[in-house]
């Protein structure tokens, strides 16, 4: 009782309009004890969140006991973070029990609470162990440190064989010593979501190792071979979603080729891996994104379900997305060198397509141009365009671009973007507009360069939209707007155009 009382008088002097309003239920030590853990972990002390307070600061103890178990339970559980679901759960004996009996969720985030990251390995294990053993059925559990060397193999298998029954999400990002095998200690089960990080997967067992309701899974800097990688997917009879981040993939052969096949799949991500060759079959795929990634070549083997393809800052020598395209609605490509030719026939067939962004790219030849009216003609249900690459002369040459009688009936956001402010800049955009016309927005994005003054600037916005106003925003970006409402000069129907230089130094304003 000395123990209690302690913690009781640190808490009512730290908050004294407390004192008359809250008590620490002390009916079981284990739970006390745990709370007490969480209060004086590193000499600090702390209350409860204002969220659990009433307007003159203290705790409203009598209208949250009027709340059915179960909707407290669901409460803390939206809380989320561990530190602030045990020290809530101290409020009343209701909670405690919503807590013990009630709680689907719990987060052990480094990013949470600063006091994660003085507190020792050991102790931030025992913390962690007796948190979840006094929890009974989470379905949610994260466990992200992203500061701690390595945990010790014995209690994250504690951990897992303790949640595995029950847990639905488990997100997992810590190393351990000796390394464990995760997917033994959580296969066979409910698990819906895993996302695993910071560790190794050998010898995937399909057969053994199964994984009958998972959905969604997420890979980051993990040791994986190709072979069970695609092993993986196999033990995965429903997996939907699956993400592929940075991988340290063992290949069986010089060639450095992988294989994934996932009937199921319908939608993925890749970054930041390097091979000769990456084939993917999927006949369901809708939603296609790669991302920093080397590849001399990626296959796509599917069925024409594909719906987003999304390629930024990937260097490819052969892309085949296979001949199915008729139902591509978003083709967004950045940071990526094309051979407009054949990118166009690959998409050519896509008579859906709504948003076309085409940013930052560079043709392989130096005379070859996006075909504009081939767009236009192509793609009749396009409601948003984004351009952004170098101009050249043959941008504003007949058939390419400018003068043809063919519009973007569609269209109502047209973004464009320049690297480098030539005077082919301000004919192509008005040509541009000119093909819209039933464009409600404009937003053109570039680099002024510091050599303009203040007049070159107004000059330039000029020439290219008619009269324009400084806009400064947040995050030290500044706009040129005509205003919500002020109507774009070279097309009536546009109400709203901003010119986006980017960060401007302020002496240009």
Same mark, same amino acid.
């Given at each position: 009782?000395?123990?209690?009382?302690?913690?009781?008088?640190?808490?009512?002097?730290?908050?004294?309009?407390?004192?008359?309003?809250?008590?620490?239920?002390?009916?079981?030590?284990n739970?006390?004890?745990?709370?007490?853990?969480?209060?004086?972990?590193?000499?600090?002390?702390?209350?409860?969140s204002?969220?659990?307070?009433?307007p003159d600061?203290?705790?409203?103890?009598?209208?949250?006991?009027?709340?059915?178990?179960?909707?407290?339970?669901?409460?803390?559980?939206?809380?989320?973070?561990?530190?602030?679901?045990?020290?809530?759960?101290a409020?009343?004996?209701?909670?405690?029990?919503a807590?013990?009996?009630?709680?689907?969720?719990?987060?052990?985030?480094?990013?949470?609470?600063?006091?994660?990251?003085?507190?020792t390995?050991?102790?931030?294990?025992?913390l962690?162990?007796?948190?979840?053993?006094?929890?009974?059925?989470?379905?949610?559990?994260?466990?992200?440190?992203?500061?701690?060397?390595?945990?010790?193999?014995?209690?994250?298998?504690?951990?897992?064989?303790?949640?595995?029954?029950?847990?639905?999400?488990?997100?997992?990002?810590?190393?351990?010593?000796?390394?464990?095998?995760?997917?033994?200690?959580?296969?066979?089960?409910k698990?819906?979501?895993?996302?695993?990080a910071?560790?190794?997967?050998?010898?995937?067992?399909?057969?053994?190792?199964k994984?009958?309701?998972?959905?969604s899974?997420?890979?980051?800097?993990?040791?994986i071979?190709?072979?069970?990688?695609?092993?993986?997917?196999?033990?995965?009879?429903?997996?939907?979603?699956?993400?592929?981040?940075?991988?340290?993939?063992?290949?069986?052969?010089?060639?450095?080729?992988?294989?994934?096949?996932?009937?199921?799949?319908?939608?993925?991500?890749?970054?930041?891996?390097?091979?000769?060759?990456f084939t993917?079959?999927?006949?369901?795929?809708?939603?296609?994104?790669?991302?920093?990634?080397?590849?001399?070549?990626?296959?796509?083997? @599917?069925?024409?379900a594909l719906?987003?393809?999304?390629?930024?800052?990937v260097?490819v020598?052969?892309?085949?997305?296979?001949?199915?395209?008729?139902?591509?609605?978003?083709?967004?490509?950045?940071?990526?060198?094309?051979?407009?030719?054949?990118?166009?026939?690959?998409?050519?067939?896509?008579?859906k397509?709504?948003?076309?962004?085409?940013?930052?790219?560079?043709?392989?030849?130096?005379?070859?141009?996006?075909?504009?009216?081939?767009?236009?003609?192509?793609?009749?249900?396009?409601?948003?365009?984004?351009?952004s690459?170098?101009?050249?002369?043959?941008?504003?040459?007949?058939?390419?671009?400018?003068?043809?009688?063919?519009?973007l009936?569609?269209?109502v956001?047209?973004?464009? @973007?320049?690297?480098?402010?030539?005077?082919?800049?301000?004919?192509?955009?008005?040509?541009?507009?000119?093909?819209?016309?039933n464009?409600k927005?404009?937003?053109?994005?570039?680099?002024i360069?510091?050599v303009?003054?203040?007049?070159?600037?107004?000059?330039?916005?000029?020439?290219?939209?008619?009269?324009?106003?400084i806009?400064?925003? @947040?995050?030290?970006?500044?706009?040129?707007?005509?205003?919500?409402?002020i @109507?774009?000069?070279?097309?009536?129907?546009?109400?709203?155009?901003?010119?986006?230089?980017?960060?401007?130094?302020?002496a240009?304003?």
């Amino acid at each position: 009782m000395l123990l209690s009382s302690w913690l009781l008088l640190e808490i009512s002097f730290l908050d004294p309009a407390a004192r008359f309003h809250f008590s620490l239920p002390l009916q079981t030590w284990n739970h006390l004890d745990l709370v007490v853990w969480w209060f004086v972990a590193c000499d600090q002390f702390f209350f409860l969140s204002s969220t659990l307070r009433n307007p003159d600061g203290g705790l409203n103890i009598s209208m949250r006991s009027n709340l059915p178990v179960e909707v407290v339970g669901n409460i803390l559980s939206r809380l989320g973070a561990a530190r602030d679901v045990v020290i809530a759960s101290a409020t009343c004996r209701k909670w405690r029990e919503a807590w013990q009996n009630h709680l689907h969720t719990l987060s052990f985030n480094s990013n949470d609470w600063p006091v994660y990251h003085d507190l020792t390995t050991s102790r931030l294990e025992i913390l962690i162990t007796q948190t979840i053993f006094q929890t009974s059925g989470l379905e949610y559990l994260s466990i992200c440190m992203d500061d701690v060397d390595e945990f010790s193999a014995a209690p994250v298998i504690a951990w897992l064989m303790y949640t595995r029954e029950t847990l639905r999400q488990l997100y997992y990002n810590v190393r351990t010593t000796p390394s464990i095998n995760i997917l033994e200690k959580c296969s066979r089960q409910k698990l819906e979501v895993l996302d695993l990080a910071q560790n190794s997967i050998t010898g995937v067992e399909p057969s053994y190792q199964k994984f009958p309701c998972l959905k969604s899974l997420s890979l980051r800097y993990v040791s994986i071979s190709a072979l069970d990688l695609n092993l993986l997917l196999t033990a995965c009879p429903k997996i939907e979603v699956l993400a592929l981040i940075n991988l340290d993939i063992a290949l069986s052969d010089a060639t450095a080729t992988m294989e994934l096949a996932g009937p199921s799949l319908k939608d993925i991500y890749v970054e930041a891996i390097s091979m000769d060759k990456f084939t993917l079959e999927a006949d369901n795929l809708e939603n296609l994104h790669l991302k920093d990634c080397t590849l001399d070549v990626f296959e796509l083997i @599917g069925k024409g379900a594909l719906r987003i393809l999304k390629i930024d800052d990937v260097s490819v020598i052969h892309l085949d997305i296979g001949e199915s395209t008729e139902n591509l609605e978003v083709v967004d490509v950045s940071n990526f060198t094309i051979m407009w030719p054949k990118f166009y026939h690959m998409i050519s067939r896509s008579s859906k397509l709504k948003r076309l962004r085409l940013w930052g790219v560079v043709f392989d030849d130096e005379d070859e141009v996006v075909d504009l009216e081939a767009i236009s003609v192509c793609f009749p249900r396009l409601t948003h365009v984004s351009l952004s690459y170098d101009l050249r002369d043959g941008d504003l040459r007949d058939g390419y671009g400018l003068q043809v009688s063919t519009h973007l009936e569609n269209v109502v956001v047209l973004e464009l @973007g320049w690297t480098v402010m030539s005077n082919l800049f301000s004919p192509w955009v008005a040509g541009l507009v000119d093909r819209c016309p039933n464009l409600k927005k404009l937003i053109i994005f570039g680099i002024i360069s510091e050599v303009f003054v203040n007049h070159d600037l107004h000059k330039q916005a000029k020439s290219s939209l008619g009269p324009a106003s400084i806009l400064v925003c @947040g995050k030290g970006k500044r706009h040129f707007t005509g205003g919500q409402g002020i @109507g774009c000069p070279s097309s009536p129907s546009c109400k709203q155009w901003i010119l986006s230089p980017g960060t401007l130094p302020c002496a240009m304003l």
